[in-house]
């Protein structure tokens, strides 16, 4: 168990200081992880709906934070360059997380070309049927990728590499709650990177 928290601390450790240097991303992360947790909640009552909440929302913000403000250039404070830290991901690095993007846009495309679903679905008479459709289809998606990037992870790094990691995102809401909660008010208060980042 003690070697499962350090490979769990070690990971959280590695993300945040690697790709987390924007007080903007932050706050977006921070945003991010209060819709999660709705999200979660949602998951009992409505998982449709959690789908939307945590695609639309939680997701939206969280890779818009790093798509756009985060520094893709050599990290000094860690003294890595952007490719190196792409190689050493451990989950969903940027060209990753561009193939899961494209799969989320297709599935209300999809939808849209076949309301049945080539007949595996009743069609949608309506829009909120058509968006319950879409909630239901980005929470499968959202299962499927952390499930398909265990089994890799499984496969390339080995079992706790992979059970620490999924570990870690379905934990990271809670977590990110935690750690990134002041960044918007260091956010308005002009502090637009992470003072002495890289320093634990």
Known sequence: MNRFLQALAQQRWDDHRYYHHCRINQSLHFVSALSFLVAYVMLFVDP??????????????????HFFF???????????????????????????KVVLIAVWAAVPLLLWASPTLFGLLPAAGHFEAFAHQVGWGWLLLGVAGLVFRVLQLFVQQGVMTGLV????????????LWLYHRAPLQLLQGERFEVRHGVR
């Open 70 to 96: 985060e520094p893709t250039g050599y990290d000094h404070v860690n003294q890595a360059s952007q490719a190196h830290k792409e190689a050493i991901k451990v989950g969903y690095n940027l060209r990753r």
């Open 48 to 65: 449709a709906a959690a789908g939307l909440v945590g695609w639309l929302v939680s997701m939206t913000t969280r890779q818009s934070g």
């Open 165 to 176: 990691w999924a570990t870690k995102i379905l934990t990271d809401p809670f977590h990110d």
